[in-house]
């Protein structure tokens, strides 16, 4: 599969590309900075290409071609941004426009527990915190995704995994579409190893398109 990664320098996206040359995919790392992916220059499969989420132009030229795009993207974390954040709202925008306008309708996105009506699924003490501590960060994954979801012209997967760890050791997880998953009731924790190969799961699979797939620890 031909695979472009945008957000491939973050702590998750990284991962999303290792997994996915491991794999045997062609990948196009799309980077804000490419001092941050210098070790990775020359690899077999890899493609490295400078550039922002919000220059659809840019990423037009960069996904044509392409299978598939998968979003890992994240905001700084800054006590200013649980204040105010707007990352998403205007990455994925742009990342629909360059999709339509080079052919390609496969998208997979990070997004987070707790965002949307994923919250349903929390007890009340966490759908607090989400709505408090979290609020901004959420608030601009929702109304993001929401007209992705309601759109013709991309095939969406968003994938929320419960709190990132950067652990090595991979314990089992879950990954169960958000119509099936029974009530979380307490912080979980799942490795961004394990969350990567949930992302490129679903690229692969056509059946999770339309899906929120929720990814936690394994019961």
Same mark, same amino acid.
């Given at each position: 599969?031909?695979?472009?990664?945008?957000?491939? +320098?973050?702590? +998750?996206?990284?991962?999303?590309? +290792?997994?996915?040359?491991?794999?045997?995919?062609?990948?196009?790392?799309?980077?804000?900075?490419?001092?941050?992916?210098?070790?990775?220059?020359?690899?077999?499969?890899?493609?490295?290409?400078?550039?922002? /989420?919000?220059? /659809?132009?840019?990423?037009?030229?960069?996904?044509?071609?392409? #299978?598939?795009?998968?979003?890992?993207?994240?905001?700084?974390?800054?006590?200013?941004?649980?204040?105010?954040? #707007?990352?998403?709202?205007?990455?994925?925008?742009?990342?629909?426009?360059?999709?339509?306008?080079?052919?390609?309708?496969?998208?997979?996105?990070?997004?987070?527990?707790?965002?949307?009506?994923?919250?349903?699924a929390a007890s009340l003490p966490l759908r607090i915190g989400f709505a408090t501590l979290m609020r901004a960060v959420y608030t601009d994954h929702e109304a993001a995704e929401a007209p992705l979801r309601a759109a013709d012209d991309?095939?969406?997967? +968003?994938?929320?995994?419960?709190?990132?760890? #950067?652990?090595?050791?991979?314990?089992?997880?879950?990954?169960?579409?958000?119509?099936?998953?029974?009530?979380?009731?307490?912080?979980?924790?799942?490795?961004?190893?394990?969350?990567?190969?949930?992302?490129?799961?679903?690229?692969? #699979?056509?059946?999770?398109?339309?899906?929120?797939?929720?990814?936690?620890?394994?019961?």
């Amino acid at each position: 599969m031909k695979l472009v990664v945008i957000g491939a +320098t973050g702590a +998750t996206g990284r991962r999303v590309v +290792t997994q996915a040359l491991e794999r045997g995919d062609e990948v196009t790392a799309y980077v804000r900075s490419l001092y941050k992916m210098e070790d990775l220059v020359g690899t077999e499969g890899l493609r490295v290409i400078p550039g922002v /989420a919000e220059d /659809a132009e840019r990423m037009t030229t960069t996904m044509e071609g392409a #299978d598939a795009v998968v979003v890992a993207l994240g905001p700084a974390q800054t006590p200013a941004t649980f204040l105010r954040c #707007d990352l998403m709202q205007h990455a994925l925008p742009a990342i629909r426009t360059a999709m339509v306008r080079a052919g390609v309708r496969r998208l997979v996105v990070l997004s987070a527990w707790g965002v949307g009506e994923t919250a349903r699924a929390a007890s009340l003490p966490l759908r607090i915190g989400f709505a408090t501590l979290m609020r901004a960060v959420y608030t601009d994954h929702e109304a993001a995704e929401a007209p992705l979801r309601a759109a013709d012209d991309v095939d969406l997967t +968003t994938v929320h995994p419960v709190m990132l760890t #950067d652990d090595a050791e991979e314990a089992p997880v879950e990954v169960v579409p958000f119509e099936e998953l029974a009530p979380i009731t307490r912080p979980e924790q799942v490795s961004r190893g394990a969350v990567a190969t949930a992302l490129l799961d679903a690229a692969h #699979d056509p059946r999770t398109i339309g899906q929120r797939l929720v990814v936690h620890p394994a019961r």
